[in-house]
Protein backbone atom coordinates (compact mmCIF):
# COMPACT_ATOMS: atom_id res chain seq x y z
CA UNK A 1 0.00 0.00 0.00
CA UNK A 2 0.98 3.46 -0.87
CA UNK A 3 2.08 5.94 1.70
CA UNK A 4 -0.77 7.99 0.65
CA UNK A 5 -3.32 5.51 0.20
CA UNK A 6 -2.15 5.28 4.16
CA UNK A 7 -2.66 8.81 5.17
CA UNK A 8 -6.01 8.37 3.93
CA UNK A 9 -7.29 5.17 5.50
CA UNK A 10 -6.44 5.54 8.46
CA UNK A 11 -8.20 3.16 10.47
CA UNK A 12 -8.35 1.42 14.12
CA UNK A 13 -9.96 -1.90 15.07
CA UNK A 14 -12.11 -1.66 18.30
CA UNK A 15 -12.99 -4.21 20.45
CA UNK A 16 -16.36 -3.50 22.19
CA UNK A 17 -19.15 -5.91 22.92
CA UNK A 18 -17.99 -9.01 21.97
CA UNK A 19 -17.93 -7.70 18.11
CA UNK A 20 -15.42 -5.67 15.76
CA UNK A 21 -15.96 -2.32 14.67
CA UNK A 22 -14.09 -0.10 13.10
CA UNK A 23 -13.43 3.94 14.04
CA UNK A 24 -11.89 5.86 10.99
CA UNK A 25 -9.81 8.43 12.17
CA UNK A 26 -9.85 12.21 10.79
CA UNK A 27 -7.51 11.48 7.18
CA UNK A 28 -4.17 12.71 8.02
CA UNK A 29 -4.26 14.99 4.82
CA UNK A 30 -6.87 17.26 7.05
CA UNK A 31 -4.83 17.64 9.71
CA UNK A 32 -1.83 19.94 8.66
CA UNK A 33 -0.29 22.18 11.46
CA UNK A 34 -0.61 25.54 11.55
CA UNK A 35 1.92 27.82 9.75
CA UNK A 36 3.12 30.44 11.89
CA UNK A 37 5.74 31.74 9.57
CA UNK A 38 2.83 32.47 7.28
CA UNK A 39 1.27 35.43 9.69
CA UNK A 40 3.23 38.97 8.80
CA UNK A 41 5.01 40.23 11.62
CA UNK A 42 3.15 43.83 11.55
CA UNK A 43 0.27 42.85 13.34
CA UNK A 44 2.42 40.47 15.93
CA UNK A 45 3.17 42.35 19.56
CA UNK A 46 5.53 39.11 19.46
CA UNK A 47 6.36 35.83 17.89
CA UNK A 48 3.69 32.88 18.45
CA UNK A 49 3.94 30.33 20.56
CA UNK A 50 2.72 27.17 21.47
CA UNK A 51 0.89 26.57 25.23
CA UNK A 52 -1.03 24.13 26.19
CA UNK A 53 -5.07 24.26 26.14
CA UNK A 54 -8.22 22.72 26.58
CA UNK A 55 -10.40 22.22 23.61
CA UNK A 56 -14.19 22.80 23.85
CA UNK A 57 -14.49 18.68 23.98
CA UNK A 58 -12.77 18.98 27.12
CA UNK A 59 -9.27 17.57 25.67
CA UNK A 60 -6.11 19.06 26.23
CA UNK A 61 -4.13 20.24 23.27
CA UNK A 62 -1.48 22.62 22.06
CA UNK A 63 -2.33 25.75 20.49
CA UNK A 64 -0.63 28.40 18.93
CA UNK A 65 -1.30 31.54 20.93
CA UNK A 66 -1.05 35.27 18.65
CA UNK A 67 -0.92 38.56 20.65
CA UNK A 68 -1.95 41.00 18.34
CA UNK A 69 -1.57 44.68 18.14
CA UNK A 70 -5.22 47.04 17.71
CA UNK A 71 -4.38 47.27 14.15
CA UNK A 72 -0.72 46.36 12.38
CA UNK A 73 1.52 48.71 11.40
CA UNK A 74 1.14 50.08 8.14
CA UNK A 75 -2.24 48.74 7.46
CA UNK A 76 -4.79 51.69 5.83
CA UNK A 77 -8.69 51.38 6.63
CA UNK A 78 -11.47 53.31 6.18
CA UNK A 79 -13.83 54.68 4.63
CA UNK A 80 -16.57 54.15 7.13
CA UNK A 81 -19.25 56.16 7.83
CA UNK A 82 -20.03 59.39 5.41
CA UNK A 83 -20.00 62.82 6.73
CA UNK A 84 -22.50 64.20 4.87
CA UNK A 85 -25.04 63.17 2.03
CA UNK A 86 -22.31 64.20 -0.30
CA UNK A 87 -19.65 62.14 0.73
CA UNK A 88 -19.12 58.46 0.05
CA UNK A 89 -18.61 55.88 2.86
CA UNK A 90 -17.52 52.17 3.28
CA UNK A 91 -20.20 49.44 2.60
CA UNK A 92 -23.27 47.92 4.35
CA UNK A 93 -25.17 44.60 3.95
CA UNK A 94 -29.21 46.29 4.10
CA UNK A 95 -31.33 43.21 5.03
CA UNK A 96 -34.88 44.78 4.73
CA UNK A 97 -36.81 45.85 1.56
CA UNK A 98 -34.42 46.59 -1.28
CA UNK A 99 -31.95 43.92 0.44
CA UNK A 100 -28.55 43.94 -0.77
CA UNK A 101 -24.78 45.32 -0.59
CA UNK A 102 -24.51 49.11 -0.68
CA UNK A 103 -21.75 51.76 -0.67
CA UNK A 104 -22.77 54.05 2.08
CA UNK A 105 -23.65 57.53 0.36
CA UNK A 106 -26.68 59.78 -0.37
CA UNK A 107 -28.40 57.19 -2.38
CA UNK A 108 -28.28 54.72 -0.13
CA UNK A 109 -29.24 56.89 3.08
CA UNK A 110 -31.98 58.59 1.16
CA UNK A 111 -33.93 54.57 0.65
CA UNK A 112 -32.96 54.02 4.06
CA UNK A 113 -35.20 57.61 4.88
CA UNK A 114 -37.74 55.89 2.76
CA UNK A 115 -38.24 53.17 4.26
CA UNK A 116 -38.20 54.67 7.86
CA UNK A 117 -35.04 54.95 9.08
CA UNK A 118 -33.22 58.27 9.29
CA UNK A 119 -29.39 58.62 9.54
CA UNK A 120 -29.14 62.29 8.82
CA UNK A 121 -30.51 65.52 9.92
CA UNK A 122 -32.32 68.16 7.11
CA UNK A 123 -29.35 69.57 6.15
CA UNK A 124 -27.77 66.27 4.66
CA UNK A 125 -25.85 65.98 7.73
CA UNK A 126 -24.82 62.51 8.81
CA UNK A 127 -25.74 61.20 12.86
CA UNK A 128 -22.09 59.48 13.49
CA UNK A 129 -21.31 58.08 16.59
CA UNK A 130 -19.09 55.83 18.87
CA UNK A 131 -20.49 53.23 20.16
CA UNK A 132 -18.13 53.19 23.07
CA UNK A 133 -19.45 56.36 24.39
CA UNK A 134 -23.24 54.49 25.17
CA UNK A 135 -26.27 54.14 23.06
CA UNK A 136 -26.60 56.65 20.38
CA UNK A 137 -29.10 59.55 21.88
CA UNK A 138 -30.75 59.33 18.28
CA UNK A 139 -32.68 57.20 17.12
CA UNK A 140 -30.74 55.89 13.94
CA UNK A 141 -26.90 56.46 13.81
CA UNK A 142 -23.90 55.53 12.08
CA UNK A 143 -21.22 53.81 14.27
CA UNK A 144 -17.75 54.51 13.73
CA UNK A 145 -15.58 53.67 16.78
CA UNK A 146 -12.14 55.15 17.19
CA UNK A 147 -9.06 53.32 17.79
CA UNK A 148 -7.29 52.60 21.10
CA UNK A 149 -3.64 52.23 20.30
CA UNK A 150 -2.65 50.33 23.40
CA UNK A 151 -5.05 47.62 23.19
CA UNK A 152 -3.87 43.87 22.49
CA UNK A 153 -6.15 40.91 21.82
CA UNK A 154 -4.47 36.99 22.73
CA UNK A 155 -6.05 34.68 20.37
CA UNK A 156 -5.43 30.58 20.64
CA UNK A 157 -5.90 27.98 17.78
CA UNK A 158 -5.47 24.51 17.83
CA UNK A 159 -2.31 24.13 16.10
CA UNK A 160 -3.46 20.85 15.22
CA UNK A 161 -7.02 20.96 14.15
CA UNK A 162 -9.56 18.37 14.87
CA UNK A 163 -13.00 17.37 13.55
CA UNK A 164 -15.77 18.09 15.57
CA UNK A 165 -18.75 16.05 16.03
CA UNK A 166 -21.78 18.47 15.36
CA UNK A 167 -20.20 21.78 13.30
CA UNK A 168 -20.57 25.15 15.55
CA UNK A 169 -23.03 27.63 13.55
CA UNK A 170 -21.94 31.09 13.28
CA UNK A 171 -24.75 33.49 14.39
CA UNK A 172 -23.90 37.64 14.34
CA UNK A 173 -20.57 38.66 15.67
CA UNK A 174 -19.09 35.29 16.42
CA UNK A 175 -15.24 34.70 16.20
CA UNK A 176 -14.35 33.22 13.14
CA UNK A 177 -10.43 33.10 13.31
CA UNK A 178 -7.59 35.65 12.58
CA UNK A 179 -6.58 36.11 9.18
CA UNK A 180 -2.50 36.28 7.95
CA UNK A 181 -2.46 40.08 8.24
CA UNK A 182 -3.17 39.64 11.81
CA UNK A 183 -6.91 41.18 12.16
CA UNK A 184 -9.31 38.81 13.47
CA UNK A 185 -12.44 37.84 11.91
CA UNK A 186 -15.99 37.77 13.29
CA UNK A 187 -19.23 36.75 11.53
CA UNK A 188 -21.97 39.02 10.43
CA UNK A 189 -22.13 42.17 12.15
CA UNK A 190 -25.91 43.47 13.59
CA UNK A 191 -28.37 44.42 11.75
CA UNK A 192 -30.02 47.73 11.86
CA UNK A 193 -33.57 45.68 11.64
CA UNK A 194 -32.18 44.74 15.35
CA UNK A 195 -30.40 47.60 16.71
CA UNK A 196 -31.74 50.79 14.78
CA UNK A 197 -28.17 52.15 14.18
CA UNK A 198 -25.41 50.63 11.65
CA UNK A 199 -21.84 49.67 12.56
CA UNK A 200 -20.31 50.79 9.37
CA UNK A 201 -17.73 48.66 7.49
CA UNK A 202 -15.25 50.01 4.89
CA UNK A 203 -14.70 48.56 1.72
CA UNK A 204 -12.71 45.65 2.76
CA UNK A 205 -15.31 44.49 5.29
CA UNK A 206 -13.79 45.70 8.53
CA UNK A 207 -14.48 48.03 11.42
CA UNK A 208 -12.96 49.52 14.80
CA UNK A 209 -14.38 47.36 17.82
CA UNK A 210 -16.00 49.53 20.37
CA UNK A 211 -12.88 48.36 22.52
CA UNK A 212 -10.76 50.21 20.21
CA UNK A 213 -9.33 47.25 18.10
CA UNK A 214 -9.83 46.75 14.21
CA UNK A 215 -11.30 43.37 13.08
CA UNK A 216 -12.60 41.74 9.62
CA UNK A 217 -16.52 41.10 8.88
CA UNK A 218 -15.52 39.39 5.55
CA UNK A 219 -13.17 37.86 3.61
CA UNK A 220 -10.96 40.98 2.22
CA UNK A 221 -8.79 39.23 0.19
CA UNK A 222 -11.91 38.68 -2.35
CA UNK A 223 -14.39 41.44 -1.37
CA UNK A 224 -13.52 41.75 -5.03
CA UNK A 225 -15.68 39.01 -6.07
CA UNK A 226 -18.74 39.87 -3.96
CA UNK A 227 -18.57 43.43 -5.47
CA UNK A 228 -18.05 42.46 -9.21
CA UNK A 229 -21.38 39.92 -8.40
CA UNK A 230 -23.10 42.89 -7.70
CA UNK A 231 -21.66 45.51 -9.47
CA UNK A 232 -20.68 47.56 -6.91
CA UNK A 233 -17.58 49.36 -7.07
CA UNK A 234 -14.95 49.03 -4.01
CA UNK A 235 -11.35 50.71 -3.44
CA UNK A 236 -10.50 48.01 -1.10
CA UNK A 237 -6.24 48.40 -0.22
CA UNK A 238 -5.64 44.67 0.29
CA UNK A 239 -4.81 42.78 -2.53
CA UNK A 240 -7.33 40.75 -4.06
CA UNK A 241 -7.00 37.37 -5.15
CA UNK A 242 -9.99 34.99 -5.00
CA UNK A 243 -7.74 31.72 -4.71
CA UNK A 244 -5.33 33.17 -2.26
CA UNK A 245 -4.94 31.92 1.76
CA UNK A 246 -7.11 34.72 3.98
CA UNK A 247 -6.18 33.52 7.02
CA UNK A 248 -7.18 30.26 9.81
CA UNK A 249 -10.59 29.81 11.70
CA UNK A 250 -10.53 29.35 15.41
CA UNK A 251 -11.00 25.43 14.81
CA UNK A 252 -7.19 25.91 12.55
CA UNK A 253 -8.22 24.76 9.56
CA UNK A 254 -7.51 27.18 6.61
CA UNK A 255 -9.66 30.24 5.14
CA UNK A 256 -9.33 30.99 1.53
CA UNK A 257 -11.32 33.15 -1.13
CA UNK A 258 -13.80 31.71 -3.49
CA UNK A 259 -11.80 29.64 -6.07
CA UNK A 260 -9.88 26.61 -5.77
CA UNK A 261 -6.22 26.44 -7.05
CA UNK A 262 -6.40 27.74 -10.76
CA UNK A 263 -9.46 29.90 -10.21
CA UNK A 264 -11.66 27.18 -10.51
CA UNK A 265 -14.87 28.06 -8.05
CA UNK A 266 -15.72 24.79 -6.14
CA UNK A 267 -18.90 22.68 -6.23
CA UNK A 268 -18.38 20.33 -3.42
CA UNK A 269 -18.51 22.44 -0.42
CA UNK A 270 -20.36 21.30 3.03
CA UNK A 271 -22.88 22.90 4.76
CA UNK A 272 -20.21 24.90 6.40
CA UNK A 273 -18.23 26.04 2.81
CA UNK A 274 -15.50 23.30 3.71
CA UNK A 275 -14.02 20.68 1.34
CA UNK A 276 -10.87 18.81 1.04
CA UNK A 277 -8.78 19.67 -2.14
CA UNK A 278 -5.21 20.73 -3.26
CA UNK A 279 -5.19 25.00 -3.15
CA UNK A 280 -2.52 27.07 -4.77
CA UNK A 281 -0.52 26.80 -0.99
CA UNK A 282 -0.62 23.08 -0.12
CA UNK A 283 -0.39 21.27 -3.23
CA UNK A 284 -1.32 18.16 -0.70
CA UNK A 285 -5.39 17.90 -0.43
CA UNK A 286 -6.56 18.72 3.16
CA UNK A 287 -9.27 20.71 4.61
CA UNK A 288 -10.29 24.06 3.85
CA UNK A 289 -13.09 26.44 3.72
CA UNK A 290 -14.13 28.69 0.87
CA UNK A 291 -15.39 32.70 0.54
CA UNK A 292 -18.88 32.59 -0.42
CA UNK A 293 -19.42 34.72 -3.66
CA UNK A 294 -22.03 36.99 -1.38
CA UNK A 295 -21.51 38.74 1.58
CA UNK A 296 -20.38 37.94 4.34
CA UNK A 297 -18.06 35.81 2.31
CA UNK A 298 -17.19 33.96 5.67
CA UNK A 299 -18.25 30.19 6.44
CA UNK A 300 -21.71 29.54 8.28
CA UNK A 301 -20.28 27.52 10.88
CA UNK A 302 -16.71 25.57 11.67
CA UNK A 303 -16.25 22.17 11.30
CA UNK A 304 -13.43 21.52 13.79
CA UNK A 305 -12.91 22.35 17.66
CA UNK A 306 -11.98 25.53 18.86
CA UNK A 307 -10.20 25.82 22.08
CA UNK A 308 -11.62 27.49 25.45
CA UNK A 309 -11.24 30.90 25.87
CA UNK A 310 -9.75 31.20 22.78
CA UNK A 311 -10.40 35.23 21.91
CA UNK A 312 -9.68 38.05 25.11
CA UNK A 313 -8.04 41.75 24.71
CA UNK A 314 -6.84 44.14 27.06
CA UNK A 315 -9.88 46.77 25.83
CA UNK A 316 -11.66 48.07 28.72
CA UNK A 317 -15.26 47.06 26.77
CA UNK A 318 -16.20 45.14 23.69
CA UNK A 319 -16.19 41.79 22.58
CA UNK A 320 -13.23 39.53 24.51
CA UNK A 321 -12.74 42.12 26.71
CA UNK A 322 -12.91 41.83 30.82
CA UNK A 323 -16.01 44.51 30.66
CA UNK A 324 -17.66 42.37 27.83
CA UNK A 325 -20.31 43.97 25.74
CA UNK A 326 -19.99 44.77 21.92
Known amino acids: MSRGLLRVLLAALIIAGGGVTIAVRLPAYAMSPIDVRAFSAAALVRAPDLVDCTLDNGASAQCVQLIVKYLPDGKTIGPFCPATLEEVGGLWQWDGANAGLYRMDGAFLRML ?63 VGVALDGVPIFSDAPSVLQTGHMPALDTCGGHVDPGG ?98 FTTTAKTGIGSAGGGG
Not at 149 to 164: E, S
Open 113 to 175: NTLGYSFYEPDGTVHIADPAGGRPRVEHACLEATLDKTVTMTMLIPQVPVMARTPSRLGVVNQ
Open 213 to 310: WYHWHATATDIGTVADRVRLTVDCAVTQAPDAMFGYAFDGFPLYGSADAGGVVPTDLDACGGHVSPTRQEPIAGYHYHAPEEFPNLPACLSGVQARNN
